[in-house]
């Protein structure tokens, strides 16, 4: 089975081009190929390869999560938490934040800190679902939906940007930055008073580490990255500018999922997730919204998404046949599922939903990112 190295010796800042890059090369993420590795050595293997001995699994997982887990998460030093990325993604800042003393797992793509959770590699996963410059992220949306992971909490975290570079190099001999093409477009207006008398060419990349993470394999010595001051002492970089993001109000929100719900209660700041889809028609939107208004349960967020398994839909209005997208609907609203008034609102919203499904009751975060 294929883990990512643990990270106990972290490059230090005056390491050599050799170091970083011996470093670089063994801060691997858990990729594709290693879930299906596991696949073929699960269906192999007897059932006992399934004990929580065998894979780890924090006994706390083989129930139902509480209110008492979440909370009581950093008394849980070994849980095994996946994010997108690799060391030094503002993910893993977010995983640590969200589970203060776990061991956060890298992992190569979104779908497949899904799929880690899911083959039982790790415990749980935080992954981000929207940005407050950048929106919401689309992909995370749709792996929801694939995937049978339930959310059990969410974690805002502040991003801020750091220009990173070789030591040694200044400004002068940087001709390109590398970065995750939110990181670049985030950073723009700083960037251009920074580069004042050059065009700089900018490079997107999978994410803001993995820049940092390639510069100190290839020794790039013409080029910056734009990534998190940990990433700069992870890959042995040289911090040439710091928050360099032009509005500072730059905040990520991240969702906890795991394999179980947790049990939601009353009396505590919830938020519900979920995700529902109607038949076309006039004012069939305002009616599903309606069932939220009549009972002032306050939303959130709304975001549609067209349908993968049926992305056009023929009607016909009396004007002929006219095609339309078929759209799924998430929305976030403020209450628990241990609310009556929680349950008889989506009670109402299944009487002419074609489709409905709880991502998930959780607590909301209410502290400051």
Do not use: W
């Not at 007897?46 to 780890?56: D, E, H, Q, V, Y």
């Amino acid at each position: 089975m294929y883990l990512a190295h643990s990270l106990q010796h972290p490059i230090r800042q005056s390491a050599t081009p050799h170091e970083s890059q011996s470093m670089a090369r063994r801060l691997r993420p858990i990729t594709v190929p290693s879930i299906e590795r596991l696949r073929r050595r699960t269906n192999a293997a007897s059932n006992s390869l399934f004990t929580a001995r065998a894979l780890k699994i924090n006994a706390s997982l083989t129930r139902p999560l509480t209110i008492s887990d979440v909370n009581n998460s950093a008394n849980c030093p070994k849980l095994r938490v996946a994010y997108q990325g690799v060391p030094g993604a503002h993910s893993e800042a977010a995983a640590g934040k969200a589970y203060p003393n776990c061991e956060a797992v890298p992992c190569e793509f979104f779908e497949t800190a899904f799929e880690a959770v899911e083959a039982r590699l790790v415990d749980c996963a935080v992954l981000p679902i929207e940005n407050s410059l950048g929106g919401s992220i689309h992909r995370n949306y749709d792996l929801l939906l694939r995937h049978n992971l339930h959310i059990v909490g969410e974690v805002q975290h502040a991003v801020r940007h750091c220009l990173l570079a070789l030591p040694g190099v200044n400004f002068e001999e940087i001709n390109r930055v590398l970065s995750h093409p939110q990181a670049l477009a985030q950073c723009e207006h700083t960037l251009t008073k920074l580069f004042t008398n050059k065009v700089l060419v900018r490079e997107a990349v999978d994410d803001t580490a993995g820049a940092a993470q390639y510069i100190a394999i290839n020794n790039l010595r013409d080029a910056a990255a734009i990534a998190s001051s940990r990433a700069a002492d992870l890959y042995g970089l040289n911090i040439l500018a710091s928050d360099i993001q032009d509005d500072q109000d730059n905040v990520t929100r991240f969702l906890m999922l795991a394999r179980e719900p947790i049990i939601p209660r009353s009396g505590k700041q919830f938020k519900t997730s979920i995700v529902f889809s109607l038949e076309e028609g006039p004012g069939v939107l305002f009616k599903a919204l309606a069932v939220f208004a009549m009972r002032d349960i306050n939303l959130t967020k709304i975001e549609s998404r067209p349908s993968k398994k049926r992305p056009l839909r023929i009607c016909d209005d009396g004007n002929g046949r006219s095609k339309y997208f078929d759209y799924l609907f998430y929305v976030d609203f403020e209450a628990s599922m241990a609310d009556s008034n929680s349950s008889n609102a989506l009670n109402h919203l299944k009487e002419f939903a074609t489709f409905l499904r709880v991502l998930g009751s959780y607590p909301m975060d209410v502290n400051q990112p």
